[in-house]
């Protein structure tokens, strides 16, 4: 097993990352993964995940701004492009301190809310070497507005510990799944994640971040780079078919090639309930 390191890294004047990362022996042969989690996570969320793929790529997985242990943004900062510019800011910090990351470039894999975030980032086009996308059930680029009563429910979402396991096993896992029935200890931190988020950030994607549409700026970008789209049969918070309609369709309109795999059975939760799938998208580059 790769040693893994957690440390912090100020990417604004009140933001500080919590980031984990490991760096394998044989760093010369892959990129970087940069994975970007869902609203209501953290770095803890991929834990599965980097446990498979530490071994044969460098690994970067910050907890987003307010989530986890990194500290929160001022009142109305938790925009998608404060994400991404937060993310641009660590992979620089990597960069100049010169310690082998995103040396041979980076892949970027963003889970919902983070799946929006990576799409934003791949055409800011400010990280080196950006090689792929790999979007996991994701939100699209542009916006989206829930009915007032469904936001006012998701704003209270993560409230209560009782409020946040609710929605993790009714809403965000998929019916039957084992997380759910057998997992227990996955589910407690699950929801430990959910209740430390601070109030802006929990606020801040039903509120506005999930309306904020940057469509328009694939107007002046090509994508010349292969994205992998994944998402669950079984998702009803990014349903498939929705997924085909406003990410794929919409990135394949800006160039790039996009490959779609969905996942039977699978709810919206796809690196808690699908390492193992997630793991050989990853490894087929």
Not at 10 to 36: I, Y
Not at 141 to 153: S, V
């Amino acid at each position: 097993m790769i040693p893994t390191t957690t440390y912090s890294i100020p990417t604004t004047a009140n933001v500080v990352l919590e980031v984990t990362t490991s760096l394998p022996a044989a760093v010369d042969l892959q990129p970087t993964l940069l994975f970007l989690h869902f609203w209501g996570g953290s770095s803890q969320t991929f834990s599965q995940l980097a446990e498979i793929m530490t071994p044969t790529h460098p690994l970067v997985i910050p907890s987003l701004r307010g989530w986890g242990k990194s500290t929160g943004g001022s009142p109305g900062h938790y925009r998608i492009v404060d994400h991404a510019e937060d993310i641009e800011a660590l992979v620089a910090s990597h960069v100049l301190r010169d310690i082998g990351f995103f040396k041979n470039g980076v892949v970027l894999v963003g889970h919902s809310m983070g799946g929006k975030i990576a799409q934003l980032l791949a055409v800011r086009d400010n990280l080196p070497a950006l090689k792929r996308l790999v979007l996991l059930a994701p939100a699209p680029l542009e916006g989206f507005q829930l009915p007032r009563d469904m936001r006012e429910q998701q704003k209270s979402a993560y409230n209560s510990r009782e409020a946040a396991e609710f929605v993790m096993r009714n809403v965000l896992l998929g019916p039957g799944s084992k997380v759910a029935s057998e997992d227990k200890a996955t589910i407690d931190v699950l929801v430990e994640d959910c209740l430390v988020g601070d109030d802006g950030a929990k606020k801040a994607w039903p509120e506005y971040a999930m309306e904020e549409d940057y469509l328009r700026m694939l107007d002046s970008v090509q994508l010349k780079i292969p994205v992998a789209v994944v998402v669950g049969s079984a998702d009803v918070v990014e349903p498939k078919d929705n997924v085909k309609r406003r990410v794929v369709r919409v990135l394949e309109n800006a160039g790039a090639s996009v490959s779609l795999r969905i996942l039977n059975d699978v709810g919206h939760l796809l690196p808690v309930e699908a390492a193992k799938d997630i793991s050989e998208v990853l490894l087929a580059e």
